[in-house]
């Protein structure tokens, strides 16, 4: 009797759920984060990282429960391989903008600035692994600029790493996402302009609810998975540039 009791006194551990996010939604997630966590208590823990390199994580057994992907590509990976529960669905469309945190650069949509001797290196996100590096070289090539400009090219692991060499003006310019220059903590930094929609192939963003999610984590998984097409998440992708159809 005294045993029930007891048991009946636990209580359960809160409830969590372990969520990969591709390195463009670091301050989106943030907002994303704080909102679900006060809709359902059930608290979230963010990695981030380049699509590839999370991809890479969860196929050798990361315990992740969904994947916040740049693109479709990696999440329709994991889902042919049996790593994902269910097909994964677009959320967002991300845009690609060029970004300075030099004073004494001017920049242009058209990206013609990038071949001349004003610019000695340029931030890119290393197209092996980011969706957005693979943009910002569709879009050099859209403008044949690839060729002259590729000397230039600094590689980051992921947009987190791209824009440090552009805010530290390791490197004179860069392409990252428009989310990152539109958040709370780089707005006003430098300058920026969009690159033109039709220099590159559509950044349809894709989510995925992990295998190890929904075997392991089914409630949290689920509840967040679910809550990344809500209207309430909808408007913070706004909030941060993203197109939302």
């Not at 790493?161 to 860069?174: E, K, P, R, W």
């Not at 995925?208 to 909808?234: I, P, T, V």
């Amino acid at each position: 009797m005294f045993a029930a009791l007891f048991a009946g006194s636990e209580r359960q551990p809160p409830q969590k759920v372990t969520v990969a996010v591709a390195a463009n939604m670091q301050y989106a997630i943030k907002n994303l984060k704080e909102t679900f966590e006060k809709q359902t208590g059930i608290s979230v823990d963010v990695i981030i990282g380049s699509s590839g390199k999370l991809t890479q994580q969860i196929e050798q057994g990361a315990p992740f429960d969904v994947f916040v992907s740049a693109d479709t590509k990696y999440a329709d990976e994991l889902y042919n391989k049996k790593f994902a529960a269910a097909a994964p669905k677009i959320y967002a469309e991300g845009l690609l903008v060029l970004w300075t945190a030099r004073n004494d650069i001017n920049l242009s949509s058209n990206l013609q600035l990038l071949a001349t001797d004003q610019i000695k290196k340029i931030a890119i996100a290393n197209p092996k692994t980011a969706p957005y590096g693979v943009a910002a070289e569709e879009a050099l090539k859209y403008y044949k600029l690839y060729d002259q400009v590729e000397g230039k090219l600094a590689f980051g692991e992921s947009i987190s790493q791209t824009n440090q060499f552009i805010l530290t003006q390791s490197a004179d310019v860069g392409f990252t996402a428009k989310s990152v220059v539109l958040s709370d903590e780089m707005k006003g930094k430098g300058k920026w302009v969009a690159v033109d929609t039709k220099a590159y192939t559509p950044i349809s963003q894709a989510a995925a609810l992990l295998q190890h999610g929904e075997d392991n984590n089914k409630e949290a998984a689920e509840k967040f998975f679910k809550f990344l097409y809500s209207r309430s998440a909808k408007e913070i992708y706004k909030k941060f540039g993203y197109i939302v159809k």
